[in-house]
């Protein structure tokens, strides 16, 4: 690779190069993550402590987690209800993808993936807060169920996980729509053609021919949303209630409220260990390479 | 098992654009059926339109007497094979071979029995194991053909499935089509720009250009009577000379083309003395000789002289005319070839007035519709 990029680009540029990538990468990933699993084998000290005798390494912190049942429940639910996340916006995306990358016109395409884009141009917690103007309890969403007949009293949206999982579905969307819509764009269309041809309906034809074919994308867009919705904060604080917590306001209280960073590496530490099991267990089960995922 | 496909005033259009002007057309079953053209032409809409991937704007395609018109694809007794194939990269032979009989849910033994006697029809037995992949192209070619006989379709529809053949492979290829279709007793409709492979392969040719059929032939009467202009130029090699025909006498027309003589071909659509007309002579049709041979009514100069192997091809100006073109064997009795029929020197040459072709300029040429309608009863 070094041969390469020196042939392209010169020496100095390539050491330029070469350096800068050096530089993001131990500065800005592998040193503070080495400093958080750091942090978390070691208690909380005052500053005049620290490098003294109590300054040991241990395991507190993650006794700490594992001893606290309502923790636990939290994690697990975290976990659960990102799958569920990840789980819909795939089957929210997947007919949307499909229609962008084999039916639409790209006259078509390009307005509706720019009326799906122009939304993202506006922040997160904007987006969020126009969820929870819609879920709220005299807002439109139960004005027009009610105006329609279909309920007879407010819904609480906002009690339980039912805001948090819309709130999420639509705020990661896009990073589910994208992965599959370059999956199934790369698709011969032809092989739908001859699958259709040999008389296979449109469930086989997906369910044999385009789903396998686009399972690279699928895990792509699967391993990106679970890893944004686990590591979510703004929309479960919004359209979130106090018994819909998720783990990373956890996480944010243990640091930013509790004030103890060392219990808050530990189980920032975990979150990141749940999403590489994630992640890999994603990869077996769809049998992709970090290779077909990066394309 | 009836194959027989009829195709009822049907037209396509696109938006303003028309792809198929409306035509008629009658394949009978167990046919091998040709559509040739230029690409553009319309050929692979109305083999479309007979797969069922597109629905006309107007008219009936039926298959075997039953109206397809509105039967989706998946629905209909007929199967493609596609232009670049479209096996399925991620299953193994058997496995390409199978989707069909398994959509229909035919049970596994059953399956595999078929697929090993399709592998054997087109001699790759034990393959059925590889991944797609490992396959040449040839070997890719005939899975590709054994996938789609497995369903066993009364109509197989084949979008220039050669094309990405090289020449070799090519031509053995067209043999072995052809054998699996006389062993199968299956329609064939296939799609080709190459007339090497309509003319050699097919019962009947459509010659196709601008939505339109020109003409409906077997390829030896589609060679030697052409019946529009676009044909006598699309198919083969033809020497044109344009001019006004003089006299009619019975199937013969004689035509001033501005030479010393008149011209005499014969002719088959309609044509009155006055008709603006073209009369066509193919460049192996010419008898050329030297240039003291009086019983050869043209004169002319040899300007160039191109070896191709079993003839020559010789570029010649005419006295007071244009250039043509004639193939020459090697040998001809009683002229020496390489002395007399050099670059640069005069030769005289003359054609058979029977094996010329007279046919009406563009405005009395006769509509698609007529072509068809000909044909269809002939």
Known sequence: MWQQLRNRFGVPLTMAIVSLMGIWLIVMVLLPQWQMVDY?????????ERGGVKDVWSLTNYATFFNNEIHLAIFFKTIWSSVLVTGLTLIVSYPLAYYLAKVATPGQAALCLLLLIIPFWINEILRTFAWYIIFAFRGPLNELLFA????????????????VLVGMVYAYILFMVFPLYNAIESL???QIRAARDLGAGWGRTHRRIVI???????????????????GSYAVPSLLGSPGSRWFTQIIYNWFFEGGDWNQGAAYAFLLLVLCIVFVTVVMRVFKVGLGDIAK | MDGHVSLSRVAMRFGDFTAIQPTSLEIESGEFFSFLGPSGCGKTTLLNMISGFLTPSEGCVAIGGTDMTRVPVNRRPTAMIFQNLALFPLMSVYQNIEFGLEVRGIDRHKRR??????LELVALSGSGDKPVAELSGGQKQRIAIARALAVEPRVLLLDEPLSALDLKLRQHMRTELKAIQRKTGITFIYITHDQGEALTMSDRVAVMSEGRIQQIADPMTLYRQPQTDFVANFVGENNRFRGRVIAVDGEMATLDAGLPIPLIGHFSTPLRPGDEATLYIRPEQWRVGSADDQRLSLGGVIQTERFEGAWLTLEITLDHGPTIRAHVPHAVAGVNVEAELAVGGACRLDYSPNQAVVLASDEACPSSEEVVDVAATA
């Open chain 1, 40 to 48: 978390s084998f070691h208690p909380s000290l005052l500053p005049a």
């Open chain 1, 212 to 230: 396998p074919h686009a399972k690279p994308g699928i895990a792509t867009g699967c391993i990106m949303t679970f890893m944004l919705a686990a």
């Open chain 1, 148 to 163: 329609l007949g279909l309920i007879d009293r407010p819904i609480r949206f906002l009690n339980g996980d039912t805001g």
């Open chain 2, 113 to 118: 029995a078929r697929a090993d006697e399709l």
């Open chain 1, 188 to 190: 011969d269309t032809n």
